[in-house]
């Protein structure tokens, strides 16, 4: 169990090899500081590609020593995409992050069907928060990739999010299948749909993992709430994952932790050959930091 993003920075920190990150079109001042961070705290070796001149110029103007750092020179975005996943895809790097371009030009690169990071699985997007009044970090997936999962898309998105946490030392991630009630409803998609997920992890056909579902947020991560409501389960109050219904109900949630909350998020895509750091030029520089440290325990 990790309480915080400091642990989890620690866990990447003390790891038997540094990861190797590619940032793509990495002219960029934002996402170079958030970088350089993850580079003198021993989490990281980038790699950069995009347009050299302006990247050494930011560096010298910020003070970021990367050392003999290997840059790729690019101009043109698509072609620096092209480029950073054929780095990934050769084995030249751990995990993709995303600089000062579209995101549509670089997954569409991603998804390409010849010369792309698809491995097939489905792509989703696992936010890790760490919220106050929780005693532990929670993923909450998928607000930003999928709008309206399936129950096939669902089991997928639990596959990737159980996934990362194994890969951060969890043995067994309490999986909350989440909806706006606890009791079974046949007219509602979603609760029907975590009734039977509940029952396929009870099958064994999904691993690694404990599903709780349909469950409601307050009996997901309040242990006292879960007693009064006289819910017996092991999720009660120690979700791990929340699955989310739809895309549009992940990113609200997210949202009101993050925005309303005090909360933090570190966010990463999921289920290509490498994970993909996403960032927004908005986002905190912790986020992007922690953000590229849950890429770095995520990758291979």
Same mark, same amino acid.
């Given at each position: 169990m990790l309480r915080n993003f400091k642990e989890m920075a620690e866990l990447v920190k003390a790891g038997p090899e540094k990861k190797r990150?590619?940032?793509?079109?990495?002219?960029?001042?934002?996402?170079?500081?958030?970088?350089?961070?993850?580079?003198?705290e021993g989490l990281i070796v980038p790699v950069f590609v995009g347009k050299e001149d302006e990247i050494k110029k930011i560096c010298?103007?910020?003070?970021?020593?990367?050392?003999?750092?290997k840059i790729y020179n690019e101009d043109d975005d698509v072609e620096a995409a092209k480029t950073a996943v054929r780095l990934i895809r050769e084995g030249e790097g751990d995990f993709l992050m995303k600089g000062r371009m579209q995101t549509s030009d670089l997954l569409r690169q991603v998804v390409n069907k010849e010369?792309?990071?698809?491995?097939?699985k489905i792509m989703s997007h696992v936010g890790l928060f760490q919220v106050p009044n929780y005693h532990k970090v929670v993923v909450l997936t998928d607000g930003g990739m999928l709008l309206a999962p399936d129950l096939e898309q669902k089991v997928k998105i639990i596959n990737n999010a159980v996934e990362v946490l194994h890969s951060?030392?969890?043995?067994?991630?309490?999986v909350a299948v989440m909806c706006g009630a606890e009791v079974l409803n046949k007219k509602a998609v979603e609760s029907v749909d975590a009734a039977e997920l509940k029952e396929m992890?009870?099958?064994?056909e999904i691993t690694g993992c404990t599903v709780e579902g349909p469950i409601s947020y307050d009996i997901a991560l309040s242990k006292e709430i879960a007693e009064f409501k006289k819910f017996d389960s092991p999720v009660a109050?120690?979700?791990?994952? #929340?699955?989310?219904?739809? #895309?549009?109900?992940?990113?609200?949630?997210?949202?009101?932790?993050?925005?309303?909350?005090?909360?933090m998020m570190a966010g990463i895509i999921v289920g290509a050959k490498a994970p993909i750091v996403l960032v927004s030029r908005?986002?905190?520089?912790e986020e992007k930091f922690y953000s590229i440290a849950l890429a770095a325990a995520a990758s291979k």
């Open positions: 990150l590619v940032l793509c079109c990495a002219h960029d001042e934002h996402s170079l500081d958030a970088v350089y961070e993850a580079y003198k010298a103007d910020h003070g970021f020593d990367f050392g003999d750092v010369t792309g990071l698809q491995c097939g951060l030392g969890y043995d067994d991630p309490k992890n009870k099958r064994g109050g120690e979700a791990d994952v #929340m699955i989310m219904p739809s #895309m549009a109900a992940g990113n609200l949630v997210g949202k009101s932790w993050t925005v309303s909350g005090g909360g908005g986002s905190s520089a």
